[in-house]
Every structure is written in C-alpha cells, then in structure tokens.
C-alpha cells in the first residue's frame, strides 16, 4: 500500500470514527450500552465474516489464539466503558478525553515495537496531554476543584471523565494488539475473532441476566440508527487495521485522533450541547498537538 493510499486510510478512520461515535451515543441513549455494544460487534462480525474465513488458515498456534484471545476481552472491556462514558457524560467531553488513547498508544509503539520519537514530537504529545487536563474540568480554578475534590466537597471530572480515561487506557491496548496481529496474522482476523470472541460474553451475559425481550423491542424501534452507527463504526476499524498492517502504530495513531474535531462539532450542532471557554482551551491544546504530530511526520 503506498504512502498516500495510507493517508487516505487513515483520514477515513478519522471522519468513520467521528461519525460513528454521534450516531453510537444516540444508541446508547435509546437502548442503553450493553444493546448498543451487543449490535456493533454483531453486525461486525456478521460483516467480516466472510473475508474471515479466507484467513483461517492462518490461524496455526495457540500464541495466535491467545493475542486474538486477549483482543476480545479487551474489546469487551472497553466497549462497555466507552459506551458508559457516552451514556453519563458529553459528546464533546468524552471524545477528546479519549485523545489520551494517543501518548499512551505511542509508549506502547516505543516500547514492543521500538519505534523512534524525536524532541519536537515527544512535546507534542505533551501538548495533548495538558489539553485533556483542561478538557476534563469545569472550570479554570484547577487547584480549587483539586482541593474540593481530595476533600469530598466537589466533583473535581465532568460526567464521564473517569470512564472515558479508563477506556483511552484500555484502548491503547487494544490499538496495539491490532497492529501486532493485523501484521502477524490479517487485518480482516485482527477484528473479526475479537469482536466474536466479544460477543460471545456480551451473549452470555444477557442469558444469565435476562432481559432479552427488553433488548429485542427496544432494537425493533432502532433498526435504522443501529444499522447505520454500527456500519460507519466497523468502516473506521477496518481503515485503521489496515493502515497500522503497514505502517508506525505511533503515526497511524496520531492522524485518527483527529476524530474528536468531527465529534465535538456534531456534538454542538445536533446535540446541542454547551463547551466552556476553559474546555474549548483544552480541545484546541489537544487537537493542535495531533495535527502537529500529522504535519511533522
């Protein structure tokens, strides 16, 4: 795949992701997380399905099978969290907290994969991580709100700050085991065995906790935002597979974490939903540090 093929990839991953995630939290909001998960992996794995089973065979040791393994409890994992955060907390908040998925994401790359940083992208990394700072409080009096917090006379995070952290970290993770497998095995396998192995758990857990004909009406009046939000989101993570099959985890990383911009602005036009002065400071630090990373690479 050449240089611009990968670009083009990548920018596809970004818009898919914005979009997906305007479309999965009015899932959430309707039917709640675990339907909503349940629908996105079952209709992932419907559609890869078929280019799944041409790669197989190339499934040959029980190392393939644990990495694969471990991808769809982390899926899991951070399906439900993610979702949660988007039930409790701001469209616009919550998107660009998961640009902390990006620093951690590199160490990983630096760390397994021995990628190189130099001096300019390491400070732009920073750059993200001071704008989520700003992005997760209220207001500017940080010291304050620490203070109120540590006490127990305030909340110190915005509704869905602490889960949409947790799910940056767990997906971090997950980004990285699907370079390593989409490199060793298929992009196609990277994501299909996960998201199965993922709904196979979320399949079982409705069976022990019921609720099943709770979940089958809420979906008949939700076929069209399930149909389109789940698509889009399997869109992106086939963009982003391939494009990390070929190329630095670290790079790849940075130019779909440009995503937030598209879902802070659907967030504000549709959803209508109030940003602070103090957060719009932190969105601008943070997007401004993964275009610089974009533009320096």
């Known amino acids: 795949m050449s240089n611009q093929y990968i670009i083009l990839f990548a920018l596809g991953a970004m818009v898919c992701w914005g979009v997906a995630d305007f479309f999965v939290q009015r899932m959430t909001k309707r039917m709640g997380n675990f339907a909503s998960l ?9 559609v890869l399905l078929p280019l799944a089973i041409k790669d197989f065979h190339l499934i040959t040791s029980g190392q393939n099978w644990l990495t ?14 993610l979702l949660k955060a988007f039930e409790k907390g701001k469209l616009s908040v919550v998107e660009v907290l998961m640009t902390m998925e990006l620093p951690l994401t590199v160490i990983l790359g630096l760390a397994i994969f ?3 940083l130099n001096v300019l992208q390491l400070l732009l990394i920073l750059m993200i ?7 997760s409080h209220k207001k500017r009096d940080f010291w304050n ?21 947790t799910a940056a970290i767990i997906s971090a993770f997950y980004n990285f085991f699907i370079a390593f497998n989409s490199r060793s095995l298929s992009p196609i396998l990277a994501l299909w065995l996960p998201w199965t192995i993922s709904l196979f758990f979320l399949i079982v857990y409705m069976a ?11 979906s008949k009046k939700n076929l069209k935002l399930i149909f389109i939000g789940s698509v889009i989101d399997v869109a992106s993570w086939l963009f982003y597979a391939n494009v990390v099959a070929q190329k630095e985890l670290s790079l790849t990383t940075a130019i779909t974490e440009s ?14 939903e109030k940003i602070a002065f103090w957060q719009i400071i932190g969105a601008c630090l943070a997007l401004a540090g993964v275009i610089g990373i974009i533009f320096i690479n």
């Open 114 to 116: 021995k990628e190189q």
């Open 68 to 81: 694969l393994g471990i991808m769809g409890i982390l899926d899991f994992a951070f399906g439900l969290t």
């Open 208 to 218: 022990l906790k019921g609720g099943r004909a709770e979940f089958f009406a809420e």
């Open 38 to 46: 349940t629908w996105i992996n079952f209709i992932g794995s419907l």
């Open 259 to 272: 995503y937030p911009l598209i879902g802070m602005f659907l967030g504000f036009k549709f959803n209508k």
């Open 145 to 165: 709100k620490l203070w109120q917090s540590l006490t127990g006379k305030n909340h110190w995070f915005e509704k869905g700050a602490g889960l949409a952290l």
């Open 129 to 135: 991580i001071c704008g989520v700072i700003f992005i």
